[in-house]
T-cell receptor
Framework: KQEVTQIPAALSVPEGENLVLNCSFT??????LQWFRQDPGKGLTSLLL?????REQTSGRLNASLDKSSGRSTLYIAASQPGDSATYLC???????????FGSGTRLSIRP | NAGVTQTPKFQVLKTGQSMTLQCAQD?????MSWYRQDPGMGLRLIHY???????DQGEVPNGYNVSRSTTEDFPLRLLSAAPSQTSVYFC?????????????FGSGTQLSVL
């Protein structure tokens, strides 16, 4: 059974810092891994998707990496801004026809 | 495109009542799913479907039924609501083309069972 863990559950950093969010999964046989952002009271928005054959993906100030052998992914946020404050969730999928399993998320707060 | 549409946005039920949460997508996505989100527990998968006529259970399926008679619609039924089903419910859909996919979420339904 695939389990996805995100530690810490909450993180607070001052504006301008670079930071790393962590995601770990127990079954390394994954099809892809996605990172999402959720603002309070809203649905989820997809940020980055990493295919099983890829090591990283970048979008603007965001960089996501994937290490299947160790069962880990990281989301790197450069030069953090107060607008980055949100909950960040990762999700993994075993195959193109399988379910998508989410971690419990990291609630990020960027202090001005 | 409307994307993923969930209705209603808010609902209050009494214990034992039944209701259906509606989910529709207009993007011709094969994969659709229902999640519930509770404080400190992230999103937990209730049921999912990889195509019309195909459904399967997720992590927390008890107390919920689904059907997928069309590609567009994936309703979630609560047959006899219980206070433990108080939660925020999200419907999601995705496509998968040449190994690339993106998951789209509805705006959520906040359900309270008294």
């Amino acid at each position: 059974k695939q389990e996805v863990t995100q530690i810490p559950a909450a993180l607070s950093v001052p504006e301008g810092e670079n930071l790393v969010l962590n995601c770990s999964f127990t079954d390394s046989a994954i099809y892809n891994l996605q990172w999402f952002r959720q603002d309070p009271g809203k649905g989820l928005t997809s940020l980055l998707l990493i295919q099983s054959s890829q090591r990283e993906q970048t979008s603007g100030r965001l960089n996501a990496s994937l290490d299947k052998s160790s069962g880990r992914s990281t989301l790197y946020i450069a030069a953090s801004q107060p607008g980055d404050s949100a909950t960040y969730l990762c999700a993994v999928r075993r195959s193109s026809a399988s379910k998508i399993i989410f971690g419990s998320g990291t609630r990020l707060s960027i202090r001005p | 495109n409307a994307g993923v549409t969930q209705t209603p946005k808010f609902q209050v039920l009494k214990t034992g009542q039944s209701m259906t949460l509606q989910c529709a997508q207009d993007m011709n996505h094969e994969y659709m799913s229902w999640y519930r989100q509770d404080p400190g527990m992230g999103l937990r998968l209730i049921h999912y479907s990889v195509g019309a006529g195909i459904t399967d259970q997720g992590e927390v399926p008890n107390g919920y039924n689904v059907s997928r008679s069309t590609t567009e619609d994936f309703p979630l039924r609560l047959l006899s609501a219980a206070p433990s089903q108080t939660s925020v419910y999200f419907c999601a859909s995705s496509y998968s083309t040449q190994g690339r996919e993106k998951l789209f979420f509805g705006s959520g339904t906040q359900l309270s069972v008294l």
